[in-house]
């Protein structure tokens, strides 16, 4: 049996769910959702997987509100790590790999250079906490799993969590006249749900597990990033860089989060860069006056 012929998508509503539907279209995803399938109900997700034995089931849900994770540590292991971990046992006893989302925050961002898989994880807040601990309880049942960490997503859906996108919010200010303060002091490799997505479906088709770094190619600032949304989208804004220590949340964050996808290049595959993926989404949104 082959692995993309029965995929399944948990949390296929979200953001980046939207965009892993649609690169696996061609396999009729199987869409697991709350509240059927809850990562806080282990028994709800046994009894899916049992009943449909889907060879490949794609886990992009998380509780990811970096600032209440802070504050609602509890919540947070319960989805990101006990929820992965019973996913991974129903996954396993289903017959069915596993392919998990994780995150940049899982570094510290100390290093000034991408961070190849094989980097050592050293989270920084209860969210990156929970979210390398769920990597963690993933492998302790078996070989068939991915993890695939990624960046900055943004995505034609919009963040079920934000109700909205960084660029968007980035145009509505603008648009507003507001004077935009960005932080200049983290660098990022903002990526395109869309191209995340194509780069998770050529990792599963090469059938070699492991963990990969699935990121928009290239770096910036989000201060940079922002500049370059009000450039590809031909907008005048009132916009000065600020350093994180004047913009005050709860939740520490890297510095440097910038993931080398060395696994993907292994694969002979190469996402495009984060002023394509930029470009590409602001076209699909309507939001493109300019040319890029
Ligand atoms: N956003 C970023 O910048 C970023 C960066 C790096 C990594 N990531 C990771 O990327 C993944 C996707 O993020 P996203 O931006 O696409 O998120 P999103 O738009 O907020 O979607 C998250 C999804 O998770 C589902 N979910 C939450 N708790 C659940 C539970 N207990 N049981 C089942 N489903 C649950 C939500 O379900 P409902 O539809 O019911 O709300 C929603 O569909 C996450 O693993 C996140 O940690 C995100």
Redesign the pocket.
């Known amino acids: 049996m082959a692995l993309l012929d029965r995929v399944a998508v948990?949390?296929?509503?979200?953001?980046?769910?939207v965009d892993v539907m649609a690169a696996f279209a061609d396999r009729a995803p199987l869409a697991?959702?709350?509240p059927a399938?809850?990562?806080?109900r282990p028994e709800s997700m046994a009894a899916l997987l049992a009943e449909h034995r889907p060879t490949l089931v794609i886990?992009?849900?998380?509780?990811?509100d970096v600032e209440r994770c802070e504050t609602e540590p509890a919540l947070a292991f319960?989805?990101?790590t006990l929820?992965a971990d019973a996913l991974a046992a129903a996954c396993r006893d289903a017959g069915a790999a596993l392919m998990?989302?994780?995150?940049?925050?899982v570094f510290d961002g100390a290093a000034r250079t991408p961070y190849p898989e094989s980097a050592p994880p050293a989270p920084l807040s209860a969210?990156a906490i929970s979210?390398a601990a769920g990597e963690r309880m993933i492998a302790r049942h078996g070989d068939a799993w991915f993890v695939v960490?990624?960046?900055?997503?943004?995505?034609v859906?919009?963040?079920?969590?934000?109700g909205t996108t960084f660029a968007e919010t980035m145009l509505r200010k603008a648009r507003a006249g507001e004077h935009i303060r960005v932080v200049s002091d983290q660098t990022v490799a903002p990526?395109h749900?869309r191209d995340v997505a194509q780069g998770m479906r050529a990792i599963a088709e090469s059938e070699r597990f492991g963990i990969y770094h699935v990121t928009n190619a290239g770096a910036c600032t989000w201060y940079e990033f922002a500049a370059e949304i009000f450039r590809q989208a031909g907008i005048a804004a009132h916009l000065s860089p600020i350093s994180s220590t004047e913009f005050t949340t709860r939740a520490r964050r890297p510095a440097y989060s910038v993931l080398a996808n060395d696994g993907l290049r292994a694969i002979g595959y190469a996402m495009p860069t984060w002023q394509q993926g930029l470009h590409d989404y602001l076209l699909a949104k309507g939001l493109l006056t300019a040319p890029a």
């Open positions: 948990v949390g296929s509503r979200g953001q980046l769910g697991l959702d709350r399938f809850d990562l806080e886990n992009t849900a998380a509780f990811h319960a989805v990101n929820g998990h989302v994780s995150t940049d925050y969210y979210k960490r990624t960046c900055g997503l943004y995505g859906a919009g963040s079920r969590v934000k990526s749900t």
